[in-house]
């Protein structure tokens, strides 16, 4: 499946759990009991996270496109199964992750991909409970991961061109001249003097991107909880080695940075052979989508 892999202002992902309590517990699953029930969950879905990718995209929940859906994991009363239909019991969790889009962007399946590869994240780390963050030229972008939900969470301004600037300044050259030398401290591959010196001007401009994570962090309630979540970050560029060996304080406690790897294929994770034991239920999501949203359905190549 080819896919477009966008930001969180041009697309929105999000992975959620939604649970379904049975009337009848005692009853086997059907087959038309499950229909009805997945019809349920996306709907719900939907319906709850409409207005929120509307704002992010800055378009009205009309114009929204969903651009992909599929259930990524089954539960019956908290175990795993494979094949609901034929199970008993009073609890159902379906989790799903859906695409939308403001705008149709050629062949490709517009998708979030820094939310694809959060969920990618925790579920080869299995965790309950992070942030992953990715920098690039201008910005960083925090998801949020918890066992209930993957979404975005908030982005700042802060990215390669902040190291650039903080480079130029100490140096007074070019930005990609002072870019190859930072790569070059960053790599540890300057002299002892050189790296004090070039190190001032990055830790200075890196105590502003910790600034605003650990704000975001605090607003989401990290604090109340025993102990901070970890952070896995995945830079566009080189960072120094002593940012992930490095603790930072947050009022009385303290959180540190991961290095994430670079292979997470989002394409690999939408081809159909991944969830391929939920295919059926796949269809039918994309099928209730359809008929959910008002543009009627998904963007060419879904």
């Not at 009848?24 to 319906?47: C, G, M, R």
């Not at 820094?114 to 942030?131: F, T, V």
């Not at 918890?146 to 061109?161: M, Q, T, V, Y």
């Not at 969830?275 to 059926?280: A, M, N, S």
Request: net charge neutral; glycine share 8%.
């Amino acid at each position: 499946m080819k896919v477009t892999d966008l930001g969180p202002d041009k697309a929105v992902t999000i992975f959620s759990t939604v649970k379904i309590t049975r009337e009848h517990p005692t009853q086997a699953l059907t087959p038309v009991d499950l229909e009805n029930h997945i019809s349920q969950a996306v709907w719900k879905f939907y319906n709850d996270c409409r207005s929120e990718a509307a704002e992010r995209l800055g378009k009205s929940e009309m114009d929204l496109i969903m651009t992909d859906a599929r259930v990524v994991g089954v539960k019956i009363d908290g175990h795993q199964v494979i094949n609901p239909s034929g199970f008993t019991g009073r609890e159902l969790e379906v989790k799903l992750c859906i695409s939308m889009a403001g705008e149709k962007t050629g062949e490709g399946v517009p998708v979030e991909g820094g939310s694809i590869r959060a969920h990618m994240l925790a579920s080869g780390e299995d965790i309950k409970n992070g942030y992953y963050i990715e920098i690039d030229e201008n910005q960083s972008h925090i998801f949020s991961i918890n066992d209930e939900r993957i979404a975005h969470l908030n982005s700042f301004p802060w990215g390669r061109k902040n190291i650039d600037r903080a480079t130029r300044e100490k140096l007074d050259l070019d930005s990609e001249t002072a870019y190859l030398i930072y790569a070059q401290y960053a790599n540890g591959r300057v002299s002892e003097k050189m790296d004090r010196f070039l190190g001032k001007a990055f830790w200075g401009s890196f105590g502003e991107f910790i600034n605003a994570l650990l704000m975001n962090i605090r607003n989401e309630g990290a604090l109340k909880l025993k102990e901070i979540p970890p952070v896995y970050i995945r830079a566009s560029f080189t960072l120094p080695e002593q940012v992930f060996h490095k603790r930072y304080s947050l009022g009385k406690k303290s959180v540190s940075l991961k290095k994430m790897s670079d292979k997470l294929d989002i394409e690999g994770f939408l081809e159909d052979g991944i969830h391929g034991i939920y295919e059926d239920l796949n269809e039918l999501a994309k099928r209730r989508i359809k008929w959910a949203t008002p543009s009627g359905g998904s963007n060419k190549g879904a």
